[in-house]
C-alpha cells in the first residue's frame, strides 16, 4: 500500500512535512532550477490543504503553491470561491458564513456547516452551477447505479476542489498512491471538516474498498495553549470532540482514526514541537515506507476490508511502537516493549481490542510476532495480521489496536485509559459549553481582515444559522435534555463509563437537508422521546444566555 499523505490545517502541514523530505536535494531553489526530479524516502506522495493563505504564503517555506506548478505544494481550497462573486455574497447573506474566511476562524462546526449548506441549499447549488469553472460543475460523485454509471452530485466548490487537488496522487486519477493518510490535529480548527466530504468523493466513485486512514493528534489537557492553535483549553476540547465524533459516526467513512494524544508527546518532547513532528514520523515509518517483504506485498482493498470490517462506524486505532538493536528472535521483546506504558502514544487496555494489524520493518517472523501479541494481549491470532518490510538499521514495530476499550465499567477511573481520557475530553468540552454557550455562535468572533480597510471583521450569522446552531447543540426545544450534540456528548460518556463501545452512535447535522428526516434519524428521535428524562444537562446560566440572545423564549 502507497499513501498519499494528506496533511491538512497548520499542524498537519508540519507533520506532512517530515514525510516529504526530499532524499536528493535539500534545497528546493536549486531542485526546480536544475529541474531536478523530488524524491521522498521511500517515493511517498502528498500535499498541504490549508485554509489561512497568509500561512501558506509568507510563514512557511517548504510547501509551494499548487496553482504554480510547486512540488511539494499546498493548495488553498478556499480559492475556489472568487471574493465577492455571487456564490460567497449568497452564503454570507443567507447564513452569515464567510467560506474565504476559514482560516481565521478556528472551529469544528464551521466548516462543516459551510459544506452542509452547499450540501442541502438548492438554490446556492444552482448559483454555484452557473458560476463555477466548467470542471468543477463536471464533479462526479453519488452511489454507483447498477450499470455502473455514477450519479452526479451537487457542485460543491470548496470541498470538490479539494478533492480535485489529491485525486490525480491516486490510482483513482492518474496517480500511483493505493490509500490515503489524512494528518490533522484535533483541536486545531481547519483540519477535520474536509475530510470526510473527500471520502464523499471516493465511496460516491464505487470505492467502498479505497484505503483511507487518519492519523490525528488529540489536543492536551490544561491550560497550556499550541501557538498553532489559537485558543485555550475549552475550545480545543470541543473542538477536538467535534471532531472526532463526525470522523466516527460517518457509516461509510474512514477505514479507521488513528489517535494520537499529544499529552504523552508534551512529556517527552516538551514545547519542542518539531521534535514531536519528527517522531510521529519516525513511529510510521514500518507503515508508510517502500520495501515490502518479497511476496508480501498485501493489496490494499485487503487493508481497507480488514481495518473495519465487520463495524457499523469507522474505528479508533492506537498507535503502539517499539525499536531495538538488532537481535536474535526479537519478537516477543518488540511487543512487550511496544505494550509497555514508554510505547504507547494512546491510553488503552490493549486486551480489548478485537483486532490488531501489525507493521513491522527489520529481521522479523511474523508468525512469531502473532504469537507473541496473542500471548501477552489475549487477543485472538486470527484477529492479528502482521506486515513486514525490509529494515534500515534497527528492528521496528508499530502495533495498530482497534478499539481497545470496554467492558470495563470502572476503566474510566483508572488513569492511562482511553476511557479516562475521552471522559476528560467530554467533560472539559461540556464545561465549556456551559460557560461560554455565547461562543457557539460567534457572538463577537473576528474572522479575519477585511480586505479593504485592514479592520478585522466580525462573524455575523444570520437567524436561520443560529437557530440550526442551537438545534445542533441542544435538539430542536433547546434544552439538550433528550437529543443535540450535548445530548450525544452526555450519552457517549454514559456508555463509556459503563463500559460499552463504541461511544459515538448517532450522526449529527447543523443543516439538515429539504427532505423529511432519513429513516435512521427518525428511529433515532422516537427513541431519544421514549427513553426516561435523564438528568438536566443545561444549568442555569446557558437558559439566561440563551435567552439573552433571543434564541429561546423565558418560560
Known amino acids: ?106 472551529d469544528a462546526q464551521y466548516l462543516k456547516a459551510i459544506f452542509e449548506i452547499f450540501d442541502t441549499d438548492e438554490e446556492i447549488q444552482q448559483t454555484v452551477a452557473r458560476t463555477m469553472t466548467k470542471e468543477m460543475v463536471e464533479a462526479k460523485g453519488g452511489p454507483s447505479t447498477s450499470n455502473g454509471s455514477a450519479t452526479i452530485q451537487a457542485p460543491n466548490p470548496i470541498f470538490d476542489s479539494a478533492w480535485n487537488a489529491i485525486r490525480d496522487f491516486t490510482t483513482l486519477g492518474n496517480g500511483e498512491c493505493d490509500g490515503i493518510l489524512f494528518i490533522v490535529s484535533f483541536g486545531g480548527g481547519t483540519g477535520t471538516g474536509f475530510i470526510n466530504p473527500i471520502i464523499n468523493h471516493i465511496r460516491n466513485e464505487g470505492k467502498a474498498d479505497y484505503p483511507v486512514f487518519v492519523l490525528g493528534v488529540l489536543t492536551e489537557l490544561g491550560d497550556f495553549a499550541d501557538k498553532a492553535q489559537f485558543s485555550k483549553e475549552g475550545r480545543r476540547n470541543l ?21 494520537v494524544d499529544n499529552e504523552i508527546l508534551l512529556k517527552n518532547f516538551g514545547k519542542d514541537f518539531a521534535s514531536a513532528n519528527r517522531f510521529i514520523h519516525k513511529i510510521m515509518q514500518p507503515v508508510v515506507a517502500a520495501r515490502d517483504y518479497p511476496d508480501e506485498i498485501p493489496p490494499s482493498q485487503a487493508i481497507a476490508q480488514h481495518s473495519s470490517g465487520g463495524l457499523r462506524r469507522p474505528p479508533i486505532y492506537v498507535p503502539l511502537y517499539a525499536s531495538m538493536p538488532r537481535s536474535k528472535d526479537p519478537e516477543e521483546a518488540l511487543v512487550r516493549k511496544a505494550l509497555s506504558e514508554e510505547g504507547r502514544l494512546f491510553g488503552c487496555s490493549p486486551e480489548k481490542a478485537d483486532f490488531a494489524m501489525v507493521f513491522c520493518r527489520g529481521f522479523i517472523d511474523s508468525d512469531r510476532i502473532r504469537e507473541a501479541l496473542s500471548k501477552q494481549t489475549g487477543i485472538a491470532p486470527l484477529n492479528i495480521w502482521p506486515m513486514r518490510k525490509m529494515g534500515e538499521g534497527e528492528n521496528e514495530i508499530m502495533i495498530l489496536l482497534r478499539n481497545p476499550y470496554g467492558g470495563d465499567p470502572k476503566a474510566y477511573l483508572k488513569n492511562n485509559t482511553l476511557e479516562s481520557r475521552f471522559c476528560k475530553v467530554i467533560s472539559l468540552a461540556l464545561q465549556y459549553i456551559n460557560q461560554r454557550p455565547e461562543d457557539l455562535f460567534y457572538e463577537g468572533k473576528e474572522s479575519g481582515s477585511s480586505g479593504t480597510d485592514g479592520k478585522a471583521d466580525q462573524v455575523r450569522l444570520t437567524a436561520a444559522s443560529k437557530e440550526a446552531l442551537k438545534t445542533f ?56 422521546k421514549s427513553a426516561e428524562e435523564i438528568a438536566s444537562i443545561v444549568d442555569a446560566r446557558i437558559n439566561e444566555k440563551l435567552i439573552e440572545m433571543g434564541l429561546i423564549k423565558a418560560a
Open 1 to 106: 500500500m502507497k499513501l498519499c499523505i494528506v496533511g491538512i490545517g497548520g499542524a498537519g502541514g508540519k507533520i506532512t512535512q517530515e514525510f516529504l523530505g526530499n532524499v536528493d536535494l535539500d534545497f528546493q531553489l536549486l531542485s526546480r532550477i536544475t529541474e531536478a526530479e523530488y524524491v521522498s524516502p521511500g517515493m511517498i506522495q502528498g500535499i498541504w490543504l490549508e485554509a489561512d493563505k497568509n500561512d501558506a504564503m509568507n510563514i512557511q517555506h517548504f510547501f509551494g503553491d499548487m496553482n504554480e506548478g510547486c512540488y511539494p505544494c499546498f493548495y488553498i481550497p478556499h480559492d475556489a470561491v472568487s471574493d465577492g462573486c455571487e456564490v460567497h455574497r449568497l452564503v454570507r447573506e443567507k447564513y452569515g458564513y464567510d467560506v474565504k474566511k476559514q482560516g481565521f476562524v478556528r
Open 239 to 259: 473542538a477536538a470532540i467535534s471532531a472526532i465524533y463526525d470522523l466516527l459516526t460517518k457509516g461509510s467513512g474512514a477505514n479507521g482514526v488513528i489517535i
Open 473 to 528: 447543540f441542544f435538539g430542536p426545544d433547546g434544552s439538550g435534555k433528550t437529543s443535540g450534540f450535548v445530548f450525544e456528548l452526555k450519552e457517549a460518556r454514559k456508555r463509556l463509563r459503563d463500559g460499552e463501545k463504541p461511544f459515538f452512535i448517532n450522526p449529527l447535522r447543523i443543516f439538515q437537508k429539504d427532505a423529511a428526516l432519513s429513516a435512521d434519524s427518525r428511529k433515532s428521535h422516537e427513541r431519544e
